[in-house]
T-cell receptor, first 111, second 118 residues
Framework: NAGVTQTPKFRILKIGQSMTLQCTQD?????MYWYRQDPGMGLKLIYY???????DKGEVPNGYNVSRSTTEDFPLRLELAAPSQTSVYFC??????????FGPGTRLTVL | AQKITQTQPGMFVQEKEAVTLDCTYD???????LFWYKQPSSGEMIFLIY??????QNATEGRYSLNFQKARKSANLVISASQLGDSAMYFC???????????????FGAGTRLAVHP
């Protein structure tokens, strides 16, 4: 099992550009999550999904969108990137409300 | 009020010694789960150990054990025989309502940075 995979690993965006962070898991977990981690800080939940076709907002959803068309995939879309979105983004999945397993992260810089 | 408190911003330990990382939590739920994660300098978040509120025995996973004291609402991580590779940030986390039907988010503490010295 690859677990949770994320692409890309690194990305630099210009202000106003858009991009999609990809996330795939092969553990057949129903629950998936997107977090951001700012330098020296803890994790903040952006969006989560409890199953295909179901998504909901976390603590910091503004400026982001998600979709969940399959159990495996949970892409995160950034529209009109801003410097405040410079962060490390983690995707995670879990079996219902068990331990969350994280992907390796995407380091995003917005200049 | 903080739901998860990690009072030690940084800890040092000598290689091969044991170290305890503190975590206290605040909840009125009866069913909850406690988790520890490790984040090395490479950045990934690694799940270490889980303790359910109804579990009577302390959880153990290899060199990791969780010292669960329910009445004191503490869930300290004990790492035995520290290794240089244990140097990392460690996060304690809690999920309330573990056996309810809805979703409850994982609440993270601020973390403790552990440095293992040779």
């Amino acid at each position: 099992n690859a677990g949770v995979t994320q692409t890309p690993k690194f990305r630099i965006l210009k202000i106003g550009q858009s991009m999609t962070l990809q996330c795939t898991q092969d553990m057949n977990h129903n629950y998936m999550y997107w977090y951001r981690q700012d330098p020296g800080m803890g994790l903040k939940l952006i969006y989560y999904s409890v199953g295909a076709g179901i998504t909901d907002k976390g603590e910091v959803p503004n400026g982001y969108n998600v979709s969940r068309s399959t159990t495996e995939d949970f892409p995160l879309r950034l529209e009109l990137a801003a410097p405040s979105q410079t962060s490390v983004y983690f995707c995670a999945s879990s079996p219902r409300q068990g331990a969350e397993f994280f992907g390796p992260g995407t380091r995003l810089t917005v200049l | 009020a903080q739901k998860i408190t990690q009072t030690q911003p940084g800890m040092f330990v000598q290689e091969k010694e044991a170290v305890t990382l503190d975590c206290t939590y605040d909840t009125s739920d009866q069913s909850y789960g406690l988790f520890w994660y490790k984040q090395p300098s490479s950045g990934e978040m690694i799940f270490l150990i889980y303790q359910g509120s109804y579990d009577e025995q302390n959880a153990t996973e290899g060199r990791y054990s969780l010292n669960f004291q329910k009445a004191r609402k503490s869930a300290n991580l004990v790492i035995s025989a520290s290794q240089l590779g244990d140097s990392a940030m460690y996060f304690c986390a809690m999920r309330e309502g573990m056996f309810s039907g809805g979703y409850n988010k994982l609440i993270f503490g601020a973390g403790t940075r552990l440095a293992v010295h040779p």
